[in-house]
């Protein structure tokens, strides 16, 4: 698995004091005055002998205080700028810090993404791959298309995201799985295929359901409505292949109810309903119009 990484600019550099073109001004223009007016000083005072005595060095402070002071000042210019610089580097290394902290919450959101996103592939092919049609049919998924029908919001481009599902096409899952499995409990007299087979187009087409070899069947346009095909498997009976596809279709939504965190996949049980609904099913409003595989 790869993370996303990116190199993180900074407006500045850290630099020692010493390097800075403000400590070189404070220590030597203080210096350089206190010095030029020193000289100069004692110039016009002719103070050219050499003289240790108490008098002396008093008269000396006495005429020099002044560049003294001035060259003392260096001092203070120089803690200042330190203080500045100080203030300098713990600004900038606030800015590494949370340019660092923005990074790793992009790549930790990165990661997670691709984690999801690999957990999920997984899941579908770990159930695809324990169907029950064995080595003459397999049950296909498109998972790309699942997955971004159900996670619409999911993206390495979306920090925002945090798991969250399509909750308008899960209940439209739901609602079509609750009508199949009511119906397929009611008798035969009581039975009406066309909520059923409207119900198994309508999961199919949500779950991207798919089968090779395929049967494709038509249902009868209903009113103004266009044709519509449900994929069956193609080893097996258009009725036994409806109860299979609708089999299929309550397993894959009980497969993504556990992945989202909704574990009553019991209420989706179709098993010992299925050799009735195949029965309900035989005079399906169907036709087979093609076979094939993928």
């Not at 008269?59 to 060259?71: E, L, N, S, V």
């Not at 209940?171 to 009406?192: P, R, V, W, Y």
Request: proline share 5%; aromatic share 8%; glycine share 4%.
């Amino acid at each position: 698995m790869s993370m996303r990484t990116a190199a993180v600019s900074y407006p500045e550099k850290h630099r020692p004091l010493a390097s800075t073109w403000l400590f070189w001004v404070a220590l030597t223009v203080p210096l350089l005055l206190g010095a030029t007016l020193g000289v100069l000083i004692s110039i016009s005072t002719n103070s050219n002998e050499l003289c240790f005595k108490p008098d002396c060095v008093e008269r000396f402070f006495y005429i020099f205080k002044f560049p003294i002071a001035i060259a003392g000042l260096s001092l203070p210019l120089i803690a200042m700028v330190a203080a500045i610089h100080r203030s300098n580097e713990a600004s900038l290394q606030i800015k590494i810090s949370s340019s660092q902290y923005e990074e790793a919450i992009k790549n930790n959101r990165f990661g997670n993404y691709l984690k999801h996103r690999e957990s999920f592939d997984k899941l579908i092919d770990g159930h695809c791959s324990a169907t029950h049609y064995g080595e003459k049919c397999k049950i296909i998924v498109r998972k790309q298309e699942l997955y971004s029908s159900l996670f619409p919001d999911s993206g390495p481009s979306n920090l925002d995201w945090s798991g969250e599902y399509s909750a308008e096409r899960f209940e439209l899952g739901e609602m079509c799985a609750k009508l199949i499995i009511h119906l397929s409990q009611t008798s035969k007299e009581n039975f009406d295929a066309e909520p059923v087979i409207e119900s198994i187009y309508a999961m199919q087409k949500l779950l991207q359901i798919n089968y090779s070899p395929f049967k494709a069947v038509e249902i009868e346009p209903l009113g103004e409505n266009p044709a519509r095909n449900i994929v069956l498997p193609g080893q097996s009976s258009i009725q036994n292949g409806l109860a299979l596809a609708a089999l299929d279709c309550l397993s894959m939504l009980a497969i993504i109810r556990s992945y989202i965190g909704k574990n009553n996949s019991d209420e989706l049980s179709l098993s010992s309903h299925l050799s009735s609904l195949s029965r309900h099913l035989e005079d399906a409003p169907v036709k087979l119009v093609m076979e094939g595989k993928l």
